[in-house]
């Protein structure tokens, strides 16, 4: 086994690579660009050597400065993960020009799956079904049109080169077929420099079912099968294994095709083989073609190692360092079923707009395995992926892995940037893809479903209600010492989004509240010493720089807004809190010569039947109290003075 290596990556995958490393006593060096210098895995890494500029090609794409990084750490190895370099023949060989090793196939291999066409000519001599279509040399409009019409409508054109959906149209009609022509080659042209195209029979009831396979340069066998059908434009979106409906001939057939594919090449490491399905009759072995092969971890490895209970990336670094493949065939078993959902900071309202962001909160579940590359408080900048994270589930059963999935996305917590986790919780209830029923058309037919507020969601201002009670819950249990429960009325403003949302609190009793936003009331009852909202016990709070409510992958972040909040309004910094409004003390809550913070509540007035807390407008220690509770004051009345600031103090 490798002594040390080096992680050419970065976010979740690198993190992930790390994990594993340490569990084998591998030592890590992470490189990073200027922007992420303090990302989590740097931090994670025993070692890290910045390496250029933010975007990917001042830094994740510099392979001589990676290269360089290596050789001057002392790294035996370099793990790409995916994306970047990954899938890179020249950078291979360079790694291997410098002594050092390359965790993944052979630069040969790569370049034989890297463009779609050669990779299908390749397939079909080895003896593995590949999609109808033309995949030869000639890229001349007018011939790639009559090749269209023998093939048959509709037809999908995908650039040779293309990656991540990038570079396909579907075409279902000759006279849209110019067109399309057209924009395929422009985009392959763009994106990866190359605007050749092929063209494919468009498959009915398209499946995505993809097959993981491992080889050891030698020997290949296959960890079953993994489906990716739910996408959004040829994006994958959440993946499951075992496939729904997979039967044991269908397995075998797809497996030995995947194997077959892999020993074609003489594969070496994780590889991922992309059938595309028909599905219109059930799983078929005669109704499989090939599409593509991923030379590389792939990113929804986890479901594989969920139903396997066998560490992908364990298995790179052993293969990589010599050893044999860890297990034969039969060794190798399946067991529950497993999902992923990708997280993404995006903005689904505006057509899956990427966002960027500070999370000012990120928190997942226990019983869900979360794989990320960033926590709370860190940045989703616009220089790379916005994926947030996959949420991985396992169950014995399809239905008891998914209503885990659904679980867990409800009770993930992300605030500071819009996400996805909304409509991946829609997405997770439903109702076909529970039955198993989906095909890569599902979300964009159901997108207007997918994307509505879900009838069970808490309306806005039961989130509001939520917050209100949150911000109100200090003061209501400081006074339940002091009240003798005649009801109490507190009268709050919070701010969500720019408008303001006025609430009204009443307390009724030591555990019984009521929470009044316009014409809605919301009964709240205090069980544990925390409040709730009664009948939505699955919303969860948590303030920081904010006032975040989480209900079922909704987000809605409040900001207290209180006229009478000293703290937010004028007197900042001033030493004085003074009587807003005639009225009544009902409780002071600190005594001379404590230090408070600022926000810290110092005294209760009730005042027009409210209750009015008053906030210290900076932290300090207070120097002199001029009530007691029970005392009638006047307006502009002195109540709390604090000690006056030392000079020179910033
Ligand atoms: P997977 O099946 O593993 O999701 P994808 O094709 O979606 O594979 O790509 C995985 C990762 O690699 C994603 O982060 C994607 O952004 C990146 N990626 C894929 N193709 C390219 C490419 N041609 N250029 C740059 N990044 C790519
Ligand atoms: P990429 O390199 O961008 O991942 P793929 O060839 O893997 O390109 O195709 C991406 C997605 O497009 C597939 O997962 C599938 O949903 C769809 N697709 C590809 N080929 C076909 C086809 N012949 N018929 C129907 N859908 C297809
Ligand atoms: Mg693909």
């Known amino acids: 086994m490798f002594r040390k290596i080096l992680i050419a990556n970065r976010g979740e995958i690198a993190c992930r690579i790390i994990a594993t490393a340490r569990k084998l006593g591998v030592s890590t060096v992470a490189v990073h660009s200027d922007v992420d210098a303090r990302a989590l895995h740097v931090t994670m890494a025993?070692?890290?050597?910045?390496?250029?500029?933010?975007?990917?090609?001042?830094?994740?794409?510099?392979?001589?400065?990676?290269?360089?990084?290596?050789?001057?750490?002392?790294?035996?190895?370099?793990?790409?993960?995916?994306?970047?370099?990954?899938?890179?023949?020249?950078?291979?060989?360079?790694?291997?020009?410098?002594?050092?090793?390359?965790?993944?196939?052979?630069?040969?291999?790569?370049?034989?799956?890297?463009?779609?066409?050669?990779a299908k000519a390749l397939m079909q001599e080895a003896g593995v079904p590949i999609v109808p279509g033309y995949h030869g040399d000639n890229q001349d409009a007018m011939f790639l049109a009559g090749e269209a019409d023998a093939i048959g409508y509709p037809v999908l054109i995908k650039a040779v080169a293309g990656g991540g959906g990038k570079g396909m149209r579907r075409v279902d009609a000759a006279a849209d077929f110019a067109d399309a022509l057209r924009a395929s080659k422009a985009e392959g042209a763009h994106a990866?420099?190359?605007?050749?195209?092929?063209?494919?029979?468009?498959?009915?009831?398209?499946?995505?079912?993809?097959?993981?396979?491992?080889?050891?340069?030698?020997?290949?066998?296959?960890?079953?099968?993994?489906?990716?059908?739910?996408?959004?434009?040829?994006?994958?979106?959440?993946?499951?294994?075992?496939?729904?409906?997979?039967?044991?001939?269908?397995?075998?057939?797809?497996?030995?095709?995947?194997?077959?594919?892999?020993?074609?090449?003489?594969?070496?490491?994780?590889?991922?083989?992309?059938?595309?399905?028909?599905?219109?009759?059930?799983?078929?072995?005669?109704?499989?073609?090939?599409?593509?092969?991923?030379?590389?971890?792939?990113?929804?490895?986890?479901?594989?190692?969920?139903?396997?209970?066998?560490?992908?990336?364990?298995?790179?670094?052993?293969?990589?360092?010599?050893?044999?493949?860890?297990?034969?065939?039969?060794?190798?078993?399946?067991?529950?079923?497993?999902?992923?959902?990708?997280?993404?900071?995006?903005?689904?309202?505006?057509?899956?707009?990427?966002?960027?962001?500070?999370?000012?909160?990120?928190?997942?579940?226990?019983?869900?395995?979360?794989?990320?590359?960033?926590?709370?408080?860190?940045?989703?900048?616009?220089?790379?992926?916005?994926?947030?994270?996959?949420?991985?589930?396992?169950?014995?059963?399809?239905?008891?892995?998914?209503?885990?999935?659904?679980?867990?996305?409800?009770?993930?917590?992300?605030?500071?940037?819009?996400?996805?986790?909304?409509?991946?919780?829609?997405?997770?209830?439903?109702?076909?893809?529970?039955?198993?029923?989906?095909?890569?058309?599902?979300?964009?037919r159901d997108l207007a479903l997918l994307t509505a507020k879900a009838q069970d969601d808490p309306a806005d201002e039961a989130m509001a209600a939520a917050a209100v009670l949150h911000a109100a819950a200090l003061p209501l249990d400081v006074l339940a010492g002091f009240t003798l429960w005649a009801p109490l009325t507190r009268r709050m403003t919070l701010e969500v989004g720019g408008d303001l949302i006025e609430a009204e609190l009443t307390l009724s009793g030591p555990d019984h509240a009521l929470v009044r936003i316009r014409d809605r009331e919301w009964q709240a009852v205090r069980q544990g010493g925390r409040w709730h909202l009664a009948g939505l016990s699955r919303m969860q709070i948590v303030e920081d720089d904010g006032i975040h409510v989480?209900?079922?992958?909704?987000?809605?972040?409040?900001?207290?807004?209180?006229?009478?909040?000293?703290s937010a309004s004028a007197g900042l910094g001033s030493d004085m809190t003074l009587a807003p409004m005639p009225g009544l003390v009902r409780a002071v809550l600190v005594s001379a010569g404590q230090d408070v913070e600022m926000g810290q509540p110092l005294c209760v007035l009730e005042a027009m039947k409210m209750e009015h807390t008053l906030k210290a407008a900076r932290a300090g220690r207070v120097a002199e109290i001029f009530i007691q509770g029970g005392l009638q004051i006047a307006a502009g009345d002195p109540l709390v003075l604090l000690e006056a600031e030392e000079a020179g103090h910033g």
């Open 550 to 566: 989480f209900a079922s992958g909704l987000t809605t972040s409040f900001r207290r807004h209180d006229p009478l909040d000293r």
């Open 46 to 118: 025993d070692e890290a050597v910045a390496i250029g500029g933010a975007a990917p090609k001042d830094s994740y794409l510099k392979g001589d400065a990676i290269i360089a990084a290596a050789l001057q750490t002392g790294a035996e190895a370099i793990h790409p993960g995916y994306g970047f370099l990954s899938e890179n023949p020249d950078f291979v060989e360079a790694v291997e020009r410098a002594g050092l090793n390359f965790i993944g196939p052979s630069a040969k291999a790569i370049r034989a799956m890297g463009l779609k066409d050669a």
């Open 192 to 444: 990866f420099g190359n605007d050749a195209v092929l063209i494919e029979k468009y498959v009915a009831s398209p499946r995505h079912i993809e097959v993981q396979v491992f080889g050891d340069g030698r020997d290949a066998v296959h960890l079953f099968e993994r489906d990716c059908s739910l996408q959004r434009r040829h994006q994958k979106v959440i993946e499951e294994a075992p496939a729904p409906g997979m039967t044991p001939e269908m397995r075998a057939a797809m497996g030995s095709a995947a194997v077959k594919a892999a020993k074609a090449i003489g594969y070496s490491g994780a590889g991922t083989v992309e059938f595309i399905v028909d599905g219109s009759q059930g799983l078929r072995t005669d109704r499989f073609w090939f599409m593509e092969m991923n030379t590389r971890l792939q990113v929804e490895h986890p479901v594989t190692e969920a139903v396997t209970g066998l560490d992908l990336v364990e298995w790179q670094l052993r293969v990589a360092s010599g050893e044999p493949l860890p297990l034969t065939q039969d060794q190798i078993q399946l067991s529950g079923h497993a999902f992923e959902a990708r997280l993404y900071a995006e903005d689904v309202a505006a057509g899956f707009l990427p966002a960027t962001g500070r999370l000012a909160h990120l928190a997942f579940p226990g019983d869900c395995r979360a794989d990320t590359g960033v926590s709370g408080g860190d940045v989703i900048s616009p220089w790379y992926d916005p994926m947030i994270a996959k949420i991985i589930t396992h169950g014995p059963t399809r239905d008891i892995a998914l209503s885990r999935l659904n679980r867990a996305l409800e009770e993930t917590q992300v605030a500071g940037t819009v996400t996805n986790l909304a409509f991946l919780t829609a997405l997770s209830r439903h109702r076909g893809f529970v039955r198993g029923e989906a095909d890569t058309g599902l979300i964009e």
